[in-house]
């Protein structure tokens, strides 16, 4: 539907690859039917449920998305996208699920990249300035992980304490998430649910990707929206935004004299990219050039942590096979295979 109408793309922190971002078939279908039965509506078919539905105020329908809450605020996206049935006289969006049979409509250069502290995104709002706020964090971690983390519906219900025990084995040295856990908590989140489906993203595309790593700590940081936590939890998710855009009502002390040159440095290096063919690490034209990323192993990237970014070695390589070679994917792809991976999963 948006086929040529964009000459180049920008992606920050997520794909169509992450997990939360495409339903798995038949969750959502699950959830939306609940919600008409809910509501009292009467219905046999899709057109039924969306004809009550869309007579509901706008308050009571939140109220409703708020039902499906298993854990705190988890899931932290109820209703993401699904795959459509795409039949030949009507006008789809998305046809095949990218997990499963990714089919890129768009060969443009793209940008793609996260920040090193994605995980603060959730954990600023499970520890406090001394504690887990949330005790079964530690003690029923084999039920709360898959929620958080988003597997519990594309992973195997078999294969779940063993994706728990290796996560916990790996991030938690004493073999518990504990008071003192709030920086593991934030690398794991953001391994778990930013860089694996950013970097699979940048290699299957088959035009031009220059990747990036956020490393740049503003005075201001989203973190202080996502919950109460009041230690450092380092460059969150959209905290390369503070750098991008003017944020006034969310940060009405503006930036410092440093955060400024940050900034400016960002918007040069995003300009460049978007009105030149060849993209420099600093934005200017005269600099070096921002090499393509082609792989896990072999590439660089830029790694954006002063106004000075430096192209180095993809760091995070271990983190990438650690989370690829989870079952992480084992009830989708049981459902789902290339031949089939477009099945109607519409309300």
């Excluded at 990218?98 to 089919?103: E, Y």
């Excluded at 219900?157 to 996560?167: A, G, M, S, V």
């Amino acid at each position: 539907m948006s086929k040529g109408l964009f000459h180049k793309a920008i992606l920050q922190s997520g794909s169509p690859m992450c997990r939360w971002a495409v339903s798995p078939p038949g969750l959502i279908r699950q959830r939306t039917e609940a919600v008409a039965t809910i509501a009292g509506c009467h219905f046999n078919t899709s057109v039924e449920i969306l004809s009550c539905l869309k007579q509901l105020p706008a308050n009571y329908i939140v109220e409703l998305h708020n039902k499906f809450i298993e854990w705190v605020n988890h899931p932290c996206i109820i209703f993401p996208p699904v795959v459509e049935s795409c039949d030949l006289n009507q006008e789809s969006f998305l046809c095949n699920h990218p997990f499963t049979d990714f089919k890129q409509e768009s060969f443009v250069p793209t940008i793609i990249g996260l920040n090193s502290g994605e995980g603060g995104v959730f954990a600023a709002s499970l520890f406090n300035e001394n504690s887990l706020q949330y005790p079964e964090l530690s003690t029923d971690s084999n039920r709360v992980l898959p929620i958080i983390l988003m597997y519990k519906h594309t992973s195997l219900p078999e294969h779940i304490d063993e994706i728990n025990n290796q996560i916990i084995e790996k991030y938690f040295p004493s073999g518990k998430i504990e008071n003192d856990s709030h920086l593991d908590a934030v690398k794991m989140i953001g391994d778990g649910t930013f860089i694996t489906c950013t970097m699979d993203m940048s290699i299957k595309l088959t035009s031009p990707v220059y990747f990036y790593l956020f490393d740049y700590e503003n005075e201001f940081s989203f973190n202080q929206f996502y919950g109460d936590c009041k230690k450092p939890l380092g460059v969150s998710h959209a905290d390369e935004l503070i750098s991008l855009f003017s944020l006034k009502e969310l940060n009405p002390k503006g930036l410092g004299d440093k955060d400024i040159e940050m900034s400016k440095l960002m918007v040069n290096i995003w300009v460049k990219f978007a009105s030149s063919k060849i993209p420099t690490i600093d934005g200017t034209d005269n600099g070096k050039a921002w090499p393509v990323f082609t792989s896990i192993e072999e590439s660089v990237l830029l790694h954006i942590d002063s106004v000075q970014p430096k192209v180095i070695k993809n760091p995070l390589e271990k983190e990438y096979t650690f989370w690829s070679e989870l079952p992480l994917l084992s009830r989708l792809n049981k459902f789902i295979s290339p031949m089939n991976s477009n099945i109607k999963d519409e309300f």
